[in-house]
DNA sequence: TAATAATCGAGACGGTACGTCAAGTCTTCCG
DNA sequence: CGGAAGACTTGACGTACCGTCTCGATTATTA
């Protein structure tokens, strides 16, 4: 999005337009993900013009990454606590929330999808998504690391990779329900029982 | 692929047009995935007509599913030798190169990005690819139950996401290196040290 | 048709092939003329492989030429009686009765219409089937105006293609109907009247 | 040609793509007919796309048919001076002409060829082409008629019938030339000589 | 109160790939 | 060798979507 031009003069551009652009890639979006969602449906559907998507948006994915983008910050940005055990457990639970979410998990599934073959988009969906949720998970487990050192931990690094990898893997692979049962397992299987109380 | 018709009449299939157009398809694979590889190039490449791919594959994802398979089928189909705990390993192992290498890095992640929008490639990926070694894993990791009741084991499903699911995590999701240590680490950290003698 | 052609050896031509092969592009000829009328449905329809088809003809204009040819021959053949102008007479009414009749009619438009782009059909056409009417004719005429040397007759090139060019006029241009009382006009503006008798 | 519809806004129809094509339709024609000439073809040439072929006519037969109506329309248009009878004349001189300029006849006959297997094609060559002058032709003679009620005059619908149908046989069945010396023998044929007069 | 300037909806445009279809040829096995 | 079956190459079809473009109309700031 191009929000960074800032123009003093010419019509300003159009916050309606906007809205019902990402409102309509989410509305639209099927299962057929990003190929079965046109941006001259989304245009048509948004009562835009494909020129206007165009100027503030390189293409579709980026449309579909903004809308995503904007459904979901909120439902991850809310603090958590407890312990730092309990943060991270309360972390790895939202996602898994959110990919269970109907509203999301769509879009992610699709947005992932279109990562593996397009550069830019992998970029922004890991600087967008991904790494501050791991930046925010190592923390609380170097901080985990240094409170209980006699615990025999594993690297914060591996053991994000393992917990989150199940989730990723449950969502793309086995396309498996991601119940909170199911994190407690995996979080039990990695962090050992009674963490999180 | 429609092999398993055979018909007593009629030219029969030619072997020469079938293998050329799977190896076409490995070919022409670049990092644009399945949506940069196109009918028309692989048959120009293949020095077969578009009809003929047509009549053998209902379209190109099929293709590249049976590029994949009939190039990765056998690397993974050496039995693993040594306790049931080694032989778990050795298989994660393998998965891990299967992935590193460059014939089937590629392939793999084409497939499994279409197959989150076409249900029935993420069908055929799920029995063809991933069914298999879950199944074997899954025995091997009751075994080791069996054998070794005092240990402290997690369930062999949750062992099998958590190790599989950090391998796929990094394929897709960060597209870090996945070396041999990496995944003595992963298998480590999920079976405990020392299990690899 | 390579009727020429007469091995000695080897297994004969199947003449029920041959005939179901015409019968068939009789059957199958519709409104959509020779475009909507292909190979393999005359060879599905008829029982036969397409290359029996492409043994014994060039292409599909040739068979339908074959199939009309033998289907009209014969109602044409039959001598006619009378004065030389009366002969006359009843070779065009039979040639506009053909044009009428429902299992002449259309592989007749047909194959005018193809014969426009398929010079060898062009040929045969006229060889075939114009010729032969139209050598008759000229001698009829001829005949005509030695018997009735007072007349003022108009040379027979020109009235036969009034009269004739009248009939493919309305078959191909206007795509009226060919009824006697017409012929009778036609024949009456051309020849003057009372000479039916 | 939708050059009906005339919407008020969006981008404006490209005249010099719809210029481009018609021309291409003409230039690309041979003796080939319409079978010969591909959309694929003219696209090309005419530095278009295919899709704005599409998008204003149905199919290349409609190309075609705008192609040669704007090719000829005036020049079949200007008005004929003298008798009734002379301008009849003249009129079939003209579409006699119309028949062997080199830029009209192939398309000419590729139209009527097609139309025998496009009912939309042939009532269109029917309205835009056939009927002008046969109405023109009808009052002429019938004018004729009412000035000269002596003559023998046979019915218009009959005479028009004959002389075009003459036109149009030696076009389509037998190929010969059309010169104005021919052209003159149908008509004195027809309405009696020194009628040019 | 204009003039300027960027936006907007609408929709035509060139381009590329799709999946289908028919033509005509070739390759097998069976009489 | 003729014939049935059916796979093969070739080439055109008509469709769909992409991303760009050109209109007239709108809505701001600036003069």
Same mark, same amino acid.
């Given at each position: ?6 123009? *003093?003069? @010419?019509?300003?551009?159009?916050? /309606?337009? *906007? /809205?019902?652009?990402?409102? =309509? ?6 299962? $057929?993900? %990003? ?34 983008? $904007?459904?979901?910050?909120?439902? #991850? ?27 999301? *998990?769509?879009?992610?599934? !699709? %947005? ?9 988009? =992998?970029? !922004?969906? /890991?600087?967008?998504?991904? =790494? ?18 006699? *615990?025999?931990?594993?690297?914060? @690094?591996?053991?994000?990779? #393992?917990?989150? @990898? ?8 086995? @396309?498996?329900?991601?119940? !909170? ?5 995996? #979080? ?10």
């Amino acid at each position: 999005m191009h929000t960074d031009e800032n123009p *003093r003069t @010419g019509r300003p551009r159009s916050e /309606r337009a *906007r /809205r019902a652009v990402l409102q =309509a890639a989410r509305e639209l979006l099927t299962d $057929e993900g %990003l190929p079965g969602l046109t941006v001259d449906e989304i245009a048509a559907h948004a009562g835009v013009s494909k020129n206007t998507i165009y100027r503030w948006w390189p293409n579709k994915a980026a449309v579909l990454m903004d809308a995503f983008t $904007e459904a979901t910050s909120d439902k #991850l940005a809310a603090p958590a606590t407890g312990t730092a055990i309990q943060r991270f457990r309360t972390q790895v639970h939202r996602v898994a929330e959110l990919m269970n979410e109907p509203a999301a *998990r769509r879009p992610f599934i !699709a %947005l992932v999808a279109a990562s593996q073959h397009d550069l830019e988009l =992998a970029t !922004a969906l /890991r600087d967008r998504f991904v =790494a501050d949720r791991r930046a925010a998970a190592t923390r609380l487990l170097e901080q985990v690391a240094r409170e209980q050192p006699h *615990r025999q931990n594993v690297e914060p @690094g591996i053991l994000i990779d #393992l917990v989150y @990898g199940a989730l990723y893997y449950r969502l793309l692979i086995t @396309g498996e329900h991601l119940d !909170a049962a199911y994190v407690d397992h995996l #979080l039990d299987a990695t962090l050992g029982h009674g963490t999180d109380g």
